[in-house]
């Protein structure tokens, strides 16, 4: 047969409200309808499971190739991970950003440490520059229990000088040698404490000026080791937000791959989804007759037209007949 003549045989009916199709071959060969309707299936079913096939296979190798992009990718992604990781000497993100952390809070606790300790070295200063200005005496500590004594003994030899001269002329004092001895031991007692509150002042001022300096050389220092280390830590956290970056390509490909191989597995253990099921329901049967049986009324008409004749001839005899005389 003829592609066209198996086109006009072959028929293709939906069944209502059902998801089943029908399909049929009317023609005069009885014979082998049944054969051309299977046979007609069967195609349909190594054509279907075929592009199925394929279509299975493309996907694998588009996944395929997906999984081995990503892994070209995820080993650059590492190596460049490590490369960054040598170029910049990390060996713990978290304890190096722990390391520096540290020391900035220690570098800014001593800060204000010192500080405080300028201003406090500034007041002390100011206060013994005022009462240097209003007179005031100034010994150093180490010294004050000796101007004490010293300032006790000057009092009490001033107390026994007035009740000397209470009851004495200087005249008569100068004369007596025991005498004579207070008056010249205050004298030498005024000048060494003089002495002592001029050199204690001195002493003090040169001390608190010190102090001030060192305090303000301090802050000094502290102020430029935490410029330089709030420096450390900018450079430091751009290395981080970098190796941060780099870490979080890393940890996309590698998620990605592991999605694209889940994928791979998914269509190697399981049927494509996407074709619907095809199952058939009864295979073709016998041929049935569905329309008249030509020859029949053929071999009817002939034999009712042959009947018909013999029947006319047999009339037309019957009536031409003459009758008899008796």
């Known amino acids: 047969l003829a592609l066209v003549d198996l086109r006009n045989l072959l028929l293709v009916e939906s069944v209502p409200e059902t998801n089943l199709v029908q399909m049929a071959a009317e023609g005069e060969d009885g014979e082998i309808l049944q054969t051309l309707v299977n046979s007609?299936?069967?195609?349909?079913?190594?054509?279907?499971?075929?592009d199925i096939a394929q279509s299975k296979d493309g996907t694998l190798q588009v996944v395929q190739d997906e999984i081995d992009g990503l892994a070209v990718k995820l080993e650059e992604a590492r190596d460049a991970l490590e490369q960054y990781r040598e170029d910049n000497e990390i060996l713990s993100v978290e304890r190096q950003e722990n390391e520096v952390?540290?020391?900035l809070d220690g570098l800014n606790k001593a800060l204000n440490t010192a500080i405080e300790e300028e201003v406090k070295a500034k007041a002390n200063l100011d206060t013994l520059r005022a009462a240097v200005q209003r007179g005031e005496n100034l010994v150093p500590s180490n010294q004050r229990r000796?101007?004490?004594?010293?300032?006790?003994?000057?009092?009490?030899?001033?107390?026994?000088?007035?009740?000397m001269e209470r009851?004495?002329?200087?005249?008569?004092?100068?004369?007596?040698?025991?005498?004579?001895?207070?008056?010249e031991r205050i004298e030498e007692l005024e000048s060494?404490?003089?002495?002592?509150y001029r050199e204690g002042r001195q002493a003090e001022l040169g001390s608190s000026e010190q102090a001030y300096a060192a305090a303000q050389q301090t802050v000094f220092e502290l102020q430029r080791k935490l410029d330089d280390h709030k420096a450390s830590v900018a450079a430091f956290n751009r290395i981080y937000a970098t190796h941060e970056a780099l870490a979080e390509d890393l940890a996309r490909l590698e998620e990605l791959h592991r999605e694209a191989q889940a994928r791979l597995v998914q269509v190697q253990v399981s049927r494509v989804e996407k074709y619907p099921q095809v199952s058939?329901?009864?295979p073709a049967s016998d041929a049935e007759r569905i329309g008249p049986n030509y020859l029949l009324l053929i071999g009817g008409t002939f034999a009712a037209a042959l009947g018909l004749g013999v029947f006319a001839v047999w009339l037309q005899g019957y009536l031409s007949a003459k009758p008899q005389e008796a």
């Not at 000796?146 to 009740?163: G, I, W």
């Not at 009851?167 to 008056?183: D, L």
């Open 101 to 103: 952390m540290a020391r």
């Open 146 to 163: 000796d101007v004490t004594a010293l300032e006790t003994e000057l009092q009490s030899l001033r107390a026994q000088f007035m009740e």
């Open 280 to 282: 058939v329901i009864e």
């Open 167 to 183: 009851r004495y002329t200087m005249e008569y004092i100068n004369k007596q040698p025991r005498y004579r001895a207070v008056p």
């Open 192 to 196: 060494e404490l003089a002495q002592i």
């Open 40 to 50: 007609w299936i069967e195609g349909y079913l190594d054509v279907r499971a075929a």
